[in-house]
């Protein structure tokens, strides 16, 4: 093993600090983009379901209305 002890791979000679900042930097970051990402993706699925929602809605109190409008482009 490269280190004698825990203590001595934890300090990793005197540069421990900087090394397991860098660690849980790394770490806390990581953390973020995923929840952030999963926020995200929650958000944009309740506003897929609304939007589909509100288009059924619309869809069902004018049931012609679609046609209509391929009549009057013609």
């Not at 930097?25 to 509100?54: C, M, S």
């Amino acid at each position: 093993m490269a280190f004698e002890s825990l203590s001595a791979f934890l300090a990793m000679g005197g540069h421990g600090p900087y090394v397991w900042a860098a660690y849980g930097a790394t770490a806390a970051l990581l953390l973020g983009v995923t929840l952030h990402a999963r926020a995200e993706r929650r958000a944009l699925l309740r506003d897929l379901r609304r939007r589909a929602r509100r288009e059924q809605r619309r869809g069902a109190s004018t049931p012609d209305s679609h046609q209509e409008g391929h009549a009057r482009e013609s």
